[in-house]
């Protein structure tokens, strides 16, 4: 699904929605930190509309004192009362927002309308980007033809539909109901019958069956790292031969970002964003009896997601 990305998504998840900045630029230059508390701020939060001015102060003291004024904060309060609200937790809360306000705003992000700001359409490329490596990645070793796919999480179909016209065998999932919908809308317009995905309402840890691959976008940033093992683990288990996932990549300087835009959440309640570690991925998949074999990072100016593919050891 779409991120909630970077911060955001492939999938109904979010992409994400990080800066990129030189790194001689980080932590010395008072400019380009302001810039970028400000972009962040505003793309984690409503990335409907962008009030840079909003937060433009913040960005005039060093990583220390933004790390002090973040300390001060608790933005998991907030994150309690979106999953009371909704009854549930992290999963409750992902649902309900992919199947309303979330839908739409995402619906449009991965389409093709022109009714996007700056900051939408930069993460429309950005996931895009993210689709093109992976089919690269998939494609790269040899034919797709009759090679069976799970596209865990598949948002609008923007990777289950380019995997069905290399003749791949698709099943495509998302815990949001109205992704799917669009998703089998789009693919009933693009492909023929005999090629088409199939498509099912499910959340990752309810998936089941047998693949030669996994695919996975942009849809752990939803889920904090002690529930991401065990999807990453449920996720390996499902594939025979690679898995192939995408996540917020979380480093001291993007967390405190992050952290900075939860002080802004802005006019619409978005999902909960989790960055998570290279090296905490890695080992949950390790434990599993998977390694790395491939690693990518895709990055525009507020999108950023790192793309790995595993094997089994």
Same mark, same amino acid.
């Given at each position: ?100 306000t979330g839908f739409e705003r995402w619906r449009k992000i991965y389409g093709e309308t022109d009714e996007v700001n700056r900051v939408q359409k930069d993460i429309r490329i950005g996931h895009a980007k ?41 099943? @495509?999932?998302?815990? *949001?109901? %109205?992704? #799917?919908?669009? &998703?089998?809308? +789009?693919?009933?317009?693009?492909? /023929? ?79 909960? @964003?989790?960055?998570? *570690?290279? %090296?905490? #991925?890695?080992? &949950?998949?390790? +434990?599993?009896?998977?390694?790395? /074999? ?20």
């Amino acid at each position: 699904m779409p991120i909630s990305p970077s911060l955001l998504s492939s999938s109904s998840s979010v992409s994400q929605l990080l800066p990129r900045l030189p790194n001689s630029a980080r932590f010395n230059a008072p400019a380009s930190r302001s810039r970028a508390v400000t972009v962040v701020a505003a793309s984690v939060t409503d990335l409907s509309s962008v009030d840079s001015t909003t937060i433009a102060v913040l960005g005039g003291g060093s990583v220390a004192a933004l790390a002090t004024i973040v300390s001060l904060t608790d933005p998991e309060r907030r994150r309690k009362l979106q999953a009371e609200e909704v009854g549930g937790g992290d999963k409750e809360v992902v649902r309900e927002y992919f199947n309303s306000t979330g839908f739409e705003r995402w619906r449009k992000i991965y389409g093709e309308t022109d009714e996007v700001n700056r900051v939408q359409k930069d993460i429309r490329i950005g996931h895009a980007k993210t689709v093109e490596k992976t089919m690269l990645m998939l494609t790269e070793e040899g034919s797709l033809a009759g090679v069976t796919v799970c596209d865990a999480g598949c948002g609008t179909g923007l990777l289950s539909i380019p995997l069905a016209k290399e003749g791949a065998i698709v099943s @495509a999932s998302d815990i *949001s109901a %109205a992704m #799917v919908a669009e &998703a089998e809308m +789009k693919a009933k317009q693009q492909l /023929s019958s005999e090629n088409l995905p199939r498509f099912e309402v499910n959340d990752l840890e309810s998936l089941s069956g047998k693949y030669n691959t996994v695919v996975c976008l942009d849809v752990l940033i939803h889920y904090p790292q002690n529930k991401a093992d065990g999807m990453i683990a449920h996720l390996a288990s499902l594939a025979e031969k690679r898995v192939i996932l995408s996540f917020a990549p979380k480093t001291f300087y993007y967390d405190i970002l992050k952290r900075i835009g939860e002080l802004f959440p802005g006019p619409s309640k978005a999902t909960r @964003a989790y960055l998570h *570690s290279e %090296a905490d #991925v890695e080992n &949950a998949l390790r +434990k599993v009896g998977w390694r790395i /074999s491939k690693r990518g990072l895709i990055t525009t100016q507020f999108y950023f997601s790192r793309l790995i593919e595993a094997v089994p050891m």
